[in-house]
C-alpha cells in the first residue's frame, strides 16, 4: 500500500542554526531529510512511520570537502558524486572511491549522502567500512553545542547511533597519511549495480620488511552494525605476514562476526566469503 502524501509535512531549514533550532523545540518531532534516498523508499512502501521532515538539502557549507595538511573533511550534505570528483579523496582514500561508486547507480550517487547513509545506520550500508579503515571522526551539532565522536563507537547496536534527536551530523573528518599502507574494498552483491550487500569488505595494511605494523579491517552485512574487525587485526598487528598468521587471522575473524541468513544471503556464506576475503586480501 503506498503512502497518502497529505498525511506528512516537509520544512526547509534555511541555514544550520535555523534546522537546530526547528529539532530542539519539538525534538523526535521533525526528521532530518537529506538526499531522501532512504526516505522516499518507506514513503513509496507505506512504510514511513514518521510525519513531519526537514529539509536540511539546502542548508549552505554542509557540501563543501575541505583538506588541511593532517584532515580531509568531508560535509555531511557531500553526496557521492561530490565525493567522487575530490582529488584528494581519489588519490588519499581509494576504499572511499571505491565504496561511492559501488553505491547504487548514477542517480542515487547524485542525490545521496554521506551524512545520510551513516545516519540510516544500516549494517550493510557501503561507506561505514571505508570510514572505520580510515579512522574517521563525525562532528555533530545541536543548540547545545558541537562535539566530536569517533566513528567505531557511533553505532551502538541495530538501528541504534550515538545521536540525539535534536542532533544533525554535520561532517565527516579523516586524518591524511596512509597513502602508503595496502588498502582493498569489496563488495559482495548479487549485480555490480543497484544491489545490497551481502558483505562488504575494506581493509588497509602497513607491511614493512614482510612485517604488519599497523592494519585496519572492517566489515559490513556480518553483524548488527557496520564492525571493525578487531580480533583479527590483533592477531596481525606486529606479525610477519606468512600463511601462519593468514590462518590465525582468519580464524580470529571468527569472533569478530555474527551474521545471519536473511533475504539476500546466509549466515554461512557470509562467514565463508569473509574469511575468504580476509584471506586474498592478505596473501
Ligand atoms: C535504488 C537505491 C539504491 C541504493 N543503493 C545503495 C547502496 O548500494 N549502498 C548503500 O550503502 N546505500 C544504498 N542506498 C541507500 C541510500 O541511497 C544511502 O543510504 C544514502 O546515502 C542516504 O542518504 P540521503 O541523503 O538520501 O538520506 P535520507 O534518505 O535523506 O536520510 C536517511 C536517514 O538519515 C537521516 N539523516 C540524513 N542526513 C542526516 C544528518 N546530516 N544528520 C542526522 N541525520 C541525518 C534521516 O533523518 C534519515 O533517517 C540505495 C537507495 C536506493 C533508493
Redesign the pocket.
Known amino acids: 500500500m503506498r503512502s497518502w502524501l497529505a498525511h506528512y509535512d516537509i520544512q526547509s531549514a534555511a541555514s544550520l542554526d535555523d534546522a537546530l533550532h526547528v529539532l530542539s523545540r519539538e525534538p523526535g518531532k521533525w ?9 522516499m ?1 518507506l514513503l513509496e512502501a507505506g512504510k514511513l512511520t514518521k510525519r513531519n521532515f526537514l529539509s ?1 538539502w539546502g542548508i549552505p557549507g554542509l557540501r563543501a570537502i575541505t583538506h588541511s595538511p593532517g584532515f580531509v573533511t568531508i560535509g ?1 550534505l557531500a553526496t557521492y558524486t561530490d565525493i567522487l570528483a575530490d582529488p584528494v579523496i581519489q588519490s588519499e582514500f581509494p576504499l572511499l572511491c571505491a565504496a561511492a561508486r ?3 547507480a548514477l542517480a ?1 550517487q547524485n ?7 551513516i ?2 545506520a ?1 549494517p550493510a ?3 561505514p567500512p571505508a570510514l572505520l579503515v580510515y579512522d574517521a571522526t563525525l562532528e555533530v551539532a545541536s543548540i547545545r553545542g558541537r562535539r566530536r565522536i569517533d566513528y567505531t563507537r557511533f553505532h551502538t547496536a541495530y538501528k541504534l547511533m550515538d ?1 540525539a534527536a535534536d542532533e ?2 554535520i561532517s565527516i573528518s579523516l586524518p591524511r597519511g596512509r597513502s602508503g599502507w595496502k588498502q582493498v574494498y569489496r563488495k559482495v552483491g548479487t549485480r555490480r549495480a ?3 550487500s551481502k558483505i562488504c569488505f575494506a581493509a588497509a595494511v602497513e607491511v614493512q620488511d614482510r612485517t604488519i605494523r599497523d592494519v585496519r579491517i572492517a566489515l559490513g552485512s556480518v553483524a548488527p552494525t557496520v564492525v571493525r574487525a578487531t580480533a583479527a587485526e590483533a592477531a596481525l598487528r606486529g606479525r610477519l605476514l606468512d600463511a601462519d598468521t593468514i590462518h590465525t587471522a582468519c580464524a580470529a575473524l571468527t569472533r569478530d562476526i555474527s551474521p545471519i541468513d536473511d533475504v539476500r544471503s546466509t549466515a554461512a556464506y557470509r562467514r565463508l566469503v569473509a574469511g575468504n576475503l580476509l584471506e586474498g586480501f592478505l596473501s
Open positions: 526528521t532530518p531529510f537529506a538526499g531522501g534516498t532512504d526516505i523508499v536540511i555531511a559501488d553505491t547504487g542515487i542525490r545521496g549522502t554521506i551524512g545520510g547513509n545516519a540510516n544500516s550500508a557501503d561507506i545521536l544533525l551530523i543497484q544491489a545490497i
